[in-house]
């Protein structure tokens, strides 16, 4: 079954669509990549986007103007990954939509809202589409997040000692599998860590003069601005006083709360200090904060994926915080066969394959959910593509086939 995957995380920058052939042999679901496409939003969008989030208040009628402006962009991505990875012979599309509100109060999440009508997609495209995959966990008392650990936990299943798959986004996200091939070290456990880019993309757009609506430019692009700079720890010992980190997973954040205010609010209490210097102690904060979530678990390996991979001071400081040489090896996803910036959009085409199959698509231990759910609403596509009846049984591996012939990663 070839399934289009398309996710945008929470920094916002691009629609990622990467098309995957999934096929049951056995318990183990096989996963080959046809490759991925990312298709940046248009400057207008994405300053409309920005304008929006929280802790921005938008009006009913924006809502609605971005909810069928991000549909429509969503729709041109699935089209165009169909035509350049599928040759026009997807079956399904599995869309994650834009996260713009994650409702969480006192550990608990009440709700949450991600926007890109799912219609515009299957009008565009004639095929089936799965979306909304969030909500179905919270209304079963779960995170809604992160739901990439299903993927995680099938992936990381038989492999040696204690790994980690971590994600690097907007906001850090690790799946813990205790035990790894013994299997005798307990549940699997997931949450979010905090933030990843968040902090770091926003002191580059207001205190680098970038523009927000220009997604070359509102990031440490490389590292070279931390890279520069030195930390700050009176700065540094202010935000690690968030009591987030010291919440007990699962637990799950957002933009809600560590976005651009967040961070002038510490700002404040530490005096003007240059942009390289704030840049390398939020670099310095990801980094400590991460290692600090993995560290009681015993890893032994980390296998990271996200925009963040492609920042080589935040990984040196990663690998320092986490023991060096001598510590838990950190490793990319692209090692193992998933190219470190589309494992997600991945991830999201596996479980469009499991709802279209009516197979649960959490892990209770990891969202913190009363029992696993089948995600999402499916959207029909054109006349005769349904989606297929279930198989015997929930595959409960996931191995990476060899790469198809198609290209990687393109961006437009």
């Not at 799912?118 to 799965?130: D, K, N, S, Y």
């Not at 409960?396 to 790469?403: D, E, I, M, Q, Y």
Request: charged share 20%; hydrophobic share 40%; glycine share 14%.
């Amino acid at each position: 079954m070839r399934v289009i995957g398309l996710m945008s995380g929470t920094s916002y920058d691009a629609i990622d669509a990467a098309a995957a052939d999934l096929s049951l042999h056995g318990d183990t679901l096989v996963l080959t990549p046809l490759g991925m496409i990312s298709t940046a939003y248009d400057d207008e969008l994405r300053a409309d986007l920005a304008g929006a989030l929280p802790p921005a208040a938008a009006d009913l009628a924006t809502v609605c103007r971005l909810d069928t402006r991000i549909g429509r962009a969503f729709a041109a991505a699935a089209v165009r990954a169909d035509e350049e990875l599928c040759g026009g012979r997807a079956d399904l599309v599995a869309s994650h939509g834009q996260t713009v509100f994650h409702w969480a109060e006192d550990g608990r999440v009440h709700g949450t809202l991600q926007l890109g009508e799912a219609a515009w997609i299957a009008e565009a495209t004639g095929r089936p589409v799965v979306s909304g995959f969030r909500t179905r966990d919270v209304a079963a008392g779960g995170q809604g997040a992160p739901l990439v650990s299903v993927v995680d936990v099938m992936w990381l299943r038989g492999r040696p000692g204690v790994p980690v798959a971590l994600n690097l986004g907007g906001i850090g996200n690790v799946t813990v599998v205790p035990g790894g091939a013994e299997g005798t070290g307990g549940e699997p456990l997931a949450f979010d860590t905090g933030p990843a880019n968040a902090l770091i993309d926003a002191a580059v757009r207001a205190l680098a003069g970038r523009d927000p609506a220009d997604a070359a430019y509102s990031m440490d692009a490389g590292g070279v601005l931390a890279a520069r700079g030195t930390v700050h720890p009176p700065l540094l010992r202010r935000l690690l006083d968030e009591p987030y980190y010291a919440r007990p997973a699962p637990k799950t954040t957002g933009k809600e709360l560590f976005h651009l205010p967040y961070l002038l609010s510490a700002l404040d209490s530490c005096g003007p200090l240059p942009v390289e210097d704030v840049v390398a102690t939020l670099t310095r904060l990801t980094a400590r904060t991460v290692a600090d979530a993995i560290r009681p678990f015993g890893a032994t390996e980390v296998i990271a994926s996200g925009g963040g991979t492609r920042n080589p001071v935040l990984m040196d400081r990663l690998r320092e915080e986490l023991g060096g040489a001598g510590g838990c090896a950190v490793r990319s996803s692209d090692e193992f066969g998933l190219a470190a910036g589309a494992k997600e959009a991945y991830a999201f085409a596996v479980l469009g394959w499991l709802t279209a199959h009516g197979l649960p698509g959490t892990v209770p231990s990891c969202t913190g959910a009363r029992h696993a759910s089948v995600l999402g609403s499916i959207t029909p596509g054109g006349p005769g593509l349904r989606p297929p009846g279930p198989p015997a049984a929930a595959p409960v591996r996931l191995t990476v086939g060899a790469r198809g012939d198609q290209p990687g990663r393109r961006r437009s």
